[in-house]
């Protein structure tokens, strides 16, 4: 299987070739979501799409400077705090470490980073004074070992659709990031089978064949309430029968029980595989950077239950607490594979570990 990268590859915006609205009809307007559903998560309507793609030349920079300024109140906190924490030098004691400590973990990275650039610290330089830049090298170092991934590409099919399935609790961020997945992969050329596997609330159906309208994807719906492993069956055989580049199934975030949402999402991804042997070729875990330490805990629960293959960290322009994608990569053998950095469809960006270090640390780069 082909590791690709949709971020490195955009030259052929072919959008127009490939829209073909709605392969099944119009999904049945319903104003109100069936009972049981959260009444707290309020479906937004898409936001525009961006006049063009991020140029290439300056993607890294771009990259950059966009999640320097997501990351602002991390930076800020890291920038402010810790430098005063270690003005003119200090001597590192019991009582420095305790408060190096205290201060790390208010970013969200969680006791066990925080510890481990506690103690890589103390190994370093117990009984000498540690100036800032002493501190900032040595705390990248320890952050760069505890994230360090394989890779962040995504896994295509050698031949035919890569169907991409996407989980998450309601209100993460997955048909956002679906979207933005489209939008980048219709940049590239691909042509794009959407699977509105979201039949549980009516409004979640229509905010994806929105999505697919604007974009220039296929999408496969079915009626509010009906069965998701269908519908996501129907999408990646449309996806095969069309000889689609890729599929990419949104599922329910929440049902009745836990137990009963993870069960259907088993079940949808056996049907993919019935279709495609392979299939899905990725299970993408979104999670809302903005849920801190309850995101980690979301994925316990989707990682065992969908065999997740990587991760798509949503909302991260939206916390101070950027930290947690540090416990995230610790507590998963999950890849980070994607940031999401807005709600507009170009907002995401592929995650580079030693970017996002070296974000979190550089004030002015
Ligand atoms: P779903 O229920 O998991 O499908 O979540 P949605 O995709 O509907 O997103 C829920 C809310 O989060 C919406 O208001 C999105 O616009 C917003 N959202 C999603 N991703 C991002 C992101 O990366 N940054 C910001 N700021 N908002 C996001
Ligand atoms: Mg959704």
Redesign the pocket.
């Known amino acids: 299987m082909a590791l690709w990268n949709p971020f490195r590859k955009k030259e052929t915006p072919a959008a127009e070739t490939l829209a073909q609205p709605d392969a099944s009809g119009q999904p049945e307007r319903q104003p109100d979501e069936p009972p049981g559903d959260s009444a707290t998560?309020?479906?937004?309507a898409p936001?525009a799409l961006p006049s063009a793609a991020p140029a290439s030349t300056s993607q890294k920079v771009g990259f950059f400077g966009s999640l320097r300024s997501a990351l602002q109140n991390t930076i800020k906190f890291f920038n402010t705090d810790i430098r005063d924490l270690v003005k003119d030098g200090r001597l590192v004691d019991d009582e420095f470490l305790d408060e190096l400590f205290l201060y790390l973990v208010k970013t969200d990275m969680g006791n066990r980073s925080a510890a481990q650039i506690r103690d890589d610290i103390h190994r370093k330089f117990r009984g000498r004074k540690v100036h800032l830049q002493d501190l900032v090298q040595s705390a990248k170092e320890s952050i760069r070992q505890i994230m360090r991934q394989e890779s962040n590409g995504l896994r295509m099919a050698d031949t035919g659709p890569t169907v991409i399935m996407v989980v998450?609790?309601?209100?993460?961020?997955?048909?956002?990031?679906?979207?933005?997945l489209t939008y980048r992969f219709v940049q590239a050329g691909k042509t794009v089978v959407l699977g509105a596997g979201?039949t549980f609330r009516a409004a979640?159906v229509e905010?994806l064949t929105i999505w697919a309208q604007r974009l220039g994807a296929q999408i496969v719906t079915g009626k509010p309430g009906s069965d998701p492993a269908s519908v996501a069956y129907k999408a990646t055989e449309a996806a095969k029968n069309q000889n689609a580049d890729i599929c990419i199934i949104?599922t329910a975030?929440r049902l009745q029980t836990q137990t009963n949402l993870m069960d259907e999402l088993s079940r949808v991804k056996k049907v993919i595989g019935k279709v495609i042997p392979e299939a899905p070729h990725e299970v993408l875990l979104?999670l809302?950077?903005t849920a801190g330490q309850n995101a980690i805990s979301q994925a316990k629960g989707f990682s065992q239950a969908a065999d997740c293959t990587g991760i798509v960290l949503?909302?991260?322009?939206?916390t101070a607490k950027g930290g947690v994608a540090i416990p995230i990569r610790q507590e998963f053998d999950l890849p980070v594979k994607f940031?999401?950095?807005?709600?507009t469809p170009d907002?995401?960006a592929e995650f580079d570990v030693d970017t996002y270090v070296d974000a979190l640390f550089d004030s002015d780069r």
């Open positions: 998560h309020e479906l937004p936001t998450g609790v309601n209100g993460s961020g997955k048909t956002t990031s679906i979207a933005k979201d979640a905010q949104d975030g979104v809302d950077a949503a909302k991260l322009d939206g940031i999401g950095l807005g709600e907002a995401l």
